[in-house]
């Protein structure tokens, strides 16, 4: 087990509770939430996994910015080869590019890097979507170049993937011009690379030579400003250029490449870049994550309300079931037809004006005589309280569906499942007239069964005999949808004096108390029946919404990762920034350096240098070895690497995160030679 296991298991884990959509409902500004999501998740791919996996694997510099500024014709002039095309149409770069030493090439063929990029070998330009990957010798080993798009290019796939090449990378080396430096797309990422302490570099390319000293000025008071005081800074001068796919001269280079065949040749600096870098992205989980939790806790707050407006919606269902079965309206048509069929009108009535024996006997000749209307009536008792029961989930389903059309999270969650699908969802499911009916018929046989047990001793067992246990049932049936469960008497018929018929015979049977229990408990079975129906209808909108949000204990489970992560941290060695990147000067011994740059020949690696050349940057004289070392040690800050003098310390950063411009006006390119440095 290595020192990292703990760690690279537990980012796992958070990389699988990351593993679906989180966000689908429309709350806030979800868009961000999105975008934080895709970002974190694309970071833990493309980068911490991986390098926390091989720690030691080769350093990836992703040479970003802005368009126009230079990148490929930057990346072209440093390895001394057109590996990338340049030019002066936009965008340009739309498959990016990856050049690596031969030692290397293995290690980023393979998906150890950026794995959901499929790799291009070759020539060509190659695909969007796609890591095209070459070759140079002049690429020292243990370092890589990867020529991005523009981040703010006109291609919205192509400033995404700029974005996720820059989290992959170890190293930045952030290009901008003479005239966007005070640009706020550029200074957006380099505040992304301030709270994440990433390793930087910034390169000011297309200077006029009159305007260096104030543009170089003014661009590290912007640095300062915005937290990022100490960072390095090359200048590439504005030349004219022979064609524009010329490179650039080697001495307008050079600063740039011996500082990075520097970084590359000394293994502790190559490490201390990695640490660097890897512990900025491991810190900023510490915020990232839970603010990702909160937005879930938001998620599961908006799918809560939403299926409050589905409870409400069938609830309403069943009232309107409810006020159905209550105000007679059920025993109205063909069940009022039938039951006179059943009973006869009449004769009836004056049989029961005088005596409910003589009623009883003329029922009960009745029934023996002729069974076939109490199958008829019981067919249109069924057929009645069906079609109640699907007008209520009618219309339950269609309020469910404009609540939700109205609101916005329900909105985007119907949209997102089509036109058809929420066209369906505004009426009552296909398989509830099967359910229904199975349903109503489950009720009845309760009803008998009530029957049959309040009938259960010798004297009410004969007065239902004289009836039939069919013939009382319906009666009993009758009577819940004709009354108030008996407790207001006979005020309550209905239709014709059919409630009055059916409770005075069922009194006659059973007694007046018997009658009012036999009523409730059938209305109480019947409603807990359609309740269930109600509910399962209910289920298609809930439905959706399970499948959407996120699972219970996502959020809960995501800030138990960050704390694992920040407990974990500890394992990772901490990175020695004073001497993460040297500053661009070379010692003059071998003493001073491992592998001192100006040694290496284009064979061995290095970075090609100009014939006889003396590394300088910016026209400095190298520093004495003995010169006091940096040692601030600021978050986010790029220090000198021992032998440097220490810088003088810069004004506080600014607090309110604004970029500022320049007082003056900046100066603009003049043109000459854009066309070779895109």
Request: proline letters at 7%; a negative charge; glycine letters at 10%.
């Amino acid at each position: 087990m290595g020192d990292n296991d703990g760690l690279l298991e537990t980012l796992r884990e958070l990389r699988r509770h990351l593993d679906r959509e989180l966000f689908p409902l429309a709350i806030g500004d979800v868009e961000a939430d999105r975008r934080a999501l895709r970002e974190l998740t694309g970071q833990l791919d493309d980068y911490l996994i991986p390098r926390l996996s091989a720690i030691d694997a080769p350093l990836l510099a992703v040479v970003g910015g802005s368009t126009g500024a230079g990148k490929s014709t930057l990346v072209n002039s440093l390895v001394a080869e057109d590996v990338s095309e340049p030019g002066v149409l936009r965008p340009t770069t739309m498959a990016p590019t990856l050049v690596t030493s031969p030692v290397d090439r293995e290690w980023f063929t393979a998906q150890n890097v950026l794995p959901g990029l499929p790799r291009v070998t070759g020539s060509g330009r190659g695909e969007p979507g796609t890591l095209r990957i070459v070759t140079a010798a002049t690429v020292p080993p243990g370092l890589a170049l990867l020529d991005a798009p523009d981040i703010d290019s006109i291609v919205a796939a192509n400033r995404e993937l700029a974005a996720q090449l820059l989290a992959a990378a170890d190293l930045w080396l952030f290009t901008t011009t003479a005239a966007r430096y005070a640009d706020e797309v550029p200074w957006g990422f380099l505040r992304s690379a301030r709270e994440r302490s990433t390793a930087l570099a910034v390169v000011l390319s297309r200077v006029p030579p009159e305007a260096m000293g104030v543009v170089r000025k003014d661009l590290n008071r912007l640095l300062e400003a915005n937290g990022l005081g100490g960072t390095r800074l090359f200048e590439v001068p504005e030349l004219t250029l022979p064609d524009e796919n010329a490179r650039l001269p080697r001495q307008a280079v050079q600063p740039i490449a011996d500082w990075l065949t520097t970084i590359a040749a000394d293994s502790r600096s190559r490490a201390e870049v990695v640490r660097q870098t890897l512990s900025g992205a491991l810190e900023s989980l510490s915020t990232r994550v839970p603010a990702l939790a909160a937005a879930v806790d938001r998620q599961h707050t908006e799918a809560e309300e939403l299926r409050s407006m589905a409870d409400a919606a069938y609830a309403v269902g069943l009232a309107s079931f409810d006020e159905g079965m209550r105000d007679g309206s059920l025993l109205r048509g063909e069940v009022l037809a039938r039951w006179q069929d059943f009973v006869g009108t009449g004769d009836l009535m004056r049989s029961l004006e005088s005596r409910v024996g003589r009623f009883r006997d003329r029922v009960v000749a009745f029934v023996t005589g002729r069974p076939a209307p109490e199958s008829e009536l019981r067919t249109a008792l069924e057929s009645g309280v069906e079609a109640l029961i699907r007008a209520s989930a009618d219309g339950a389903a269609e309020r469910l569906l404009e609540s939700w059309s109205s609101h916005p999270s329900g909105r985007a969650l119907l949209e997102r499942e089509g036109v058809a699908v929420a066209g369906r969802l505004g009426r009552a499911s296909a398989d509830l007239p099967a359910k229904t009916e199975e349903a109503v018929r489950g009720w009845q046989s309760y009803v008998l069964d009530l029957v049959r047990e309040e009938g259960a001793d010798k004297r009410t067992t004969a007065r239902i005999t004289s009836f039939g246990l069919n013939g009382a049932g319906l009666l009993l049936m009758i009577a819940v949808f004709a009354s108030t469960g008996g407790l207001t008497g006979i005020e309550v018929g209905i239709a014709g004096g059919t409630g009055v018929l059916s409770q005075k015979v069922l009194e006659a049977v059973f007694g007046d108390q018997a009658v009012r229990d036999l009523t409730v408990k059938a209305r109480t079975d019947l409603r807990a029946r359609v309740a269930i129906l109600l509910s399962e209808d209910a289920d298609r909108f809930t439905d959706l919404l399970d499948a959407a949000q996120p699972p219970e204990g996502t959020a809960p489970a995501l800030r138990a990762a960050s704390d694992a992560v920040r407990e974990h941290l500890r394992e990772l060695p901490v990175a020695d920034r004073r001497a993460a990147l040297p500053a661009g000067s070379v010692p003059r011994t071998v003493e001073e350096s491992r592998r001192p740059s100006d040694a290496l020949p284009h064979a061995s690696g290095g970075l090609p240098r100009a014939p006889g050349e003396v590394p300088r940057v910016h026209g400095d004289v190298p520093h004495a070895p003995d010169d006091a070392p940096h040692a601030s040690g600021r978050r986010g800050e790029v220090p000198c690497a021992p032998g440097d003098a220490p810088r003088a310390p810069g004004d506080a950063p600014n607090a309110s995160g604004d970029v500022p411009r320049a007082s003056g006006g900046v100066p603009r390119s003049t043109g000459r030679g854009e066309a070779g440095q895109a």
